[in-house]
């Protein structure tokens, strides 16, 4: 397949990808005012890791458009990273933020470059056996769907085969394009559908519309539960990947969460 031929460039992975830059625009902007304990920023520090992967899914979309499959599956493996990262910072604040620890020195010295965090496999292992998390982790890895997305990233980032080095030239032909934009169409949805199940899990109150507030900004009493009304991006991706891919998690979320979705 050309990169150039309508049936490449019209591939349905763009189209998911600027729905998904439009969902983590919306994230990051909509959590901006919840701030995270544990850290001395007075805007939620995960405003900008939305807004960073959000940069990811653009950079990706433009290096696939151009034909880089293979530094498409590196920006890939850049955006398992953070959610990873979102994901574990998220509890490890939870676990060590109090009245006697007010500030979390290990997130707060990350963020001013002082320290580093662990590195993903541990971070993993952190989610992996955390009480919070630790169902779902189980239940997200009940096979081995998510290792075979890291081992194709880490193939294309470390050129462990010839043909990943061929992947980043679009002037030579290669009849596989249109599956490889398959695949990386199907391991972009598990991605989302896993950072929309940890977040479901541990920050619940990040998927809320804005409806609440809005009443409250215009000096109107807020329908009755709006708080946990879920907002309209939410529930899409719920409905057309969480239900359809693994409504497994589909369950597990609804039984544990106070929010409203259908």
Not at 60 to 81: M, P, S
Request: charge should be negative; charged fraction near 25%; include cysteine.
């Amino acid at each position: 397949m050309d990169v150039k031929s309508a049936g490449y460039q019209g591939h349905t992975v763009f189209k998911l990808l600027d729905e998904l830059i439009t969902y983590y625009d919306w994230w990051s902007f909509s959590i901006m005012s919840f701030m995270t304990s544990g850290t001395k920023s007075v805007i939620n520090i995960d405003t900008y890791v939305y807004s960073s992967i959000q940069g990811t899914l653009q950079s990706i979309k433009l290096v696939l458009q151009d034909g880089q499959i293979n530094d498409a599956y590196a920006l890939i493996r850049k955006y398992q990273d953070a959610i990873i990262m979102n994901v574990y910072t998220t509890l490890y604040l939870s676990d060590n933020h109090s009245l006697d620890n007010f500030i979390v020195t290990k997130i707060q010295g990350w963020m001013e470059g002082s320290e580093q965090l662990p590195n993903f496999r541990a971070m993993t292992n952190y989610i992996k056996d955390h009480k919070d998390t630790k169902a779902l982790y189980n239940l997200i890895n009940k096979d081995d769907r998510y290792e075979r997305i890291r081992d194709r990233c880490n193939n294309n980032t470390h050129y462990n085969f010839y043909r990943n080095v061929m992947l980043n030239d679009s002037k030579v032909y290669n009849e596989n394009r249109g599956k490889y934009l398959d695949t990386i169409q199907h391991d972009l949805k598990h991605l989302i559908l896993m950072h929309l199940a940890y977040i479901f899990s541990i920050a619940e109150h990040y998927m809320v519309s804005s409806d609440y507030m809005d009443h409250l900004e215009c000096d109107m009493t807020p329908p009755e539960d709006s708080e946990y009304w879920v907002a309209n991006g939410v529930q899409e991706i719920f409905d057309q990947i969480v239900q359809k891919l693994r409504p497994d998690i589909a369950k597990h979320i609804l039984e544990g969460t106070s929010m409203k979705l259908n």
